[in-house]
């Protein structure tokens, strides 16, 4: 059985950081590219970061320089580490494992943990 379980958000205030981890189970976890989204109220889910299971990284614009995700493959975890943050990064924030196996896509998401940055 496939777990991901995302931990390390809460509340914090504008410039602040934080550091979400997802640990997963269930899965041969270095073969698989990990990604990080983020849901705001009212909002479409979107792409935050990706960390592919060659270690290349990707973010999205509105977080270029201040996020940064890596992973621990001998942990099974992958990290956001996130500086300067704003009220407009506050979300509930995914994490996500996928992977393509021959013409098979595999996607597997954790429940989410939530992030808020208020003063």
């Known amino acids: 059985q496939v777990q991901l379980v995302e931990s390390g958000g809460g509340l914090v205030q504008p410039g602040g950081s934080l550091r979400l981890s997802c640990a997963a189970s269930g899965v041969i976890f270095s073969r698989y590219d990990m990604n990080w989204y983020r849901q705001a109220p009212g909002k479409q889910r979107e792409q935050v970061a990706t960390?592919?299971?060659?270690?290349?990284?990707n973010y999205a614009d509105s977080v270029k320089g201040r996020f940064t995700i890596s992973r621990d493959n001998t942990k099974n975890t992958v990290y956001l580490e996130m500086n300067s943050l704003k009220p407009e990064d506050t979300a509930v924030y995914y994490c996500?494992?996928?992977?393509?196996?021959?013409?098979?896509?595999?996607?597997?998401w954790g429940q989410g943990t939530q992030v808020t940055v208020s003063s």
């Open positions: 996500k494992a996928d992977r393509i196996w021959g013409s098979v896509r595999y996607d597997y």
């Open positions: 960390i592919t299971s060659g270690g290349s990284t």
